[in-house]
């Protein structure tokens, strides 16, 4: 499997493994690629798209984005 994160000036993390993306693993790689170069809305790498897998839609996922 392969988790991308992607920015307007080009890749900002990347997580190449074999297996499934799981909620945990998908909260790994959030926590340790993603959130901590997140910045409050409208600065640099202040939103976050993603597609409607399930997985995307936990709780934990928001508080993780959003720092709670």
Request: charged share 25%.
């Amino acid at each position: 499997s392969i988790l991308p994160a992607s920015a307007s000036q080009g890749m900002i993390a990347l997580e190449i493994f074999e297996g499934s993306v799981t909620k945990d693993c998908f909260m790994r790689f959030l926590g340790e690629n993603i959130a901590p170069q997140l910045n409050p809305f409208l600065g640099k790498h202040s939103i976050i798209v993603m597609d409607k897998r399930s997985i995307h839609h936990e709780r934990a996922i928001e508080d993780l984005i959003e720092g709670e």
